[in-house]
């Protein structure tokens, strides 16, 4: 999400806001989907910063907050520490304000939970909570989703298991671990997995992946549902 991103709101939301202490996005600009939200909640929280997001999903046929989303805000917000502010989180909002508290070593839980209620990506979900995630201390922490392991529009829960994964551990030292209880399909979803992390994380090291290595393998996996 670039800093543009920060510019063009309306003069009500500037008048309601202070613009150097919050951050205002329009969630309608780029794609103007629910990556916004992700990417810009998530930012706000590793960075202890306020953040207002309105017109979400802006682009979208059905605009605002799907249960995926509040699912994601509210673990988000959970993790973000006892002192976070999440308003206006219901389904079919355009509009949230998010004020993270100060997380870092201030998560005593030992067990979060996140149910979407319906076959909403619990990958997407991860996209949003693991950057904060990985600077828990609390290695007893286990966050349980549940909702959609294979859905349209989203990578698969084994996507992530054995591609994303195993380079954020080779490249990063990054050592998460994806426990799947049951794998949830469209339309039902009732799918359910566990994340945990295996140990701390005092930052993160980027990384520049362009040419892929040669071919080692090939191995295919079936899963009926």
């Not at 939200?37 to 802006?58: C, D, E, F, M, P």
């Not at 799907?66 to 509009?95: M, V, Y």
């Amino acid at each position: 999400m670039s800093l543009s991103s920060l510019v063009n709101e309306s003069d009500t939301i500037k008048s309601n806001y202070n613009e150097k202490d919050v951050w205002l996005i329009n969630g309608a600009d780029l794609e103007g989907g629910g990556q916004v939200l992700r990417n810009v909640t998530t930012y706000a929280s590793l960075y202890y910063h306020k953040v207002y997001i309105y017109n979400i999903r802006g682009k979208r046929s059905k605009p605002g907050l799907k249960r995926q989303h509040l699912c994601g805000l509210k673990l988000l917000a959970q993790l973000s520490g006892p002192n976070s502010i999440l308003e206006s989180c219901i389904l079919n909002s355009t509009s949230i304000y998010f004020q993270p508290g100060q997380w870092l070593n201030n998560i005593n839980h030992n067990y979060l939970c996140g149910d979407i209620q319906s076959a909403g990506a619990i990958t997407l979900i991860l996209q949003c909570i693991t950057p904060l995630f990985l600077f828990n201390t609390n290695l007893q922490l286990k966050i349980h989703i549940k909702g959609g392991t294979h859905t349209f529009y989203a990578p698969s829960i084994d996507t992530i298991q054995d591609i994303l994964l195993p380079i954020l551990k080779q490249h990063c030292q990054l050592s998460l671990q994806i426990n799947v209880i049951k794998r949830g399909f469209f339309p039902k979803g009732y799918g359910h997995i566990i994340l945990q992390e295996e140990q701390v994380v005092k930052e993160i090291k980027p990384i520049t992946l362009i040419k892929p290595g040669p071919l080692s393998k090939i191995i295919v996996k079936i899963i009926i549902a």
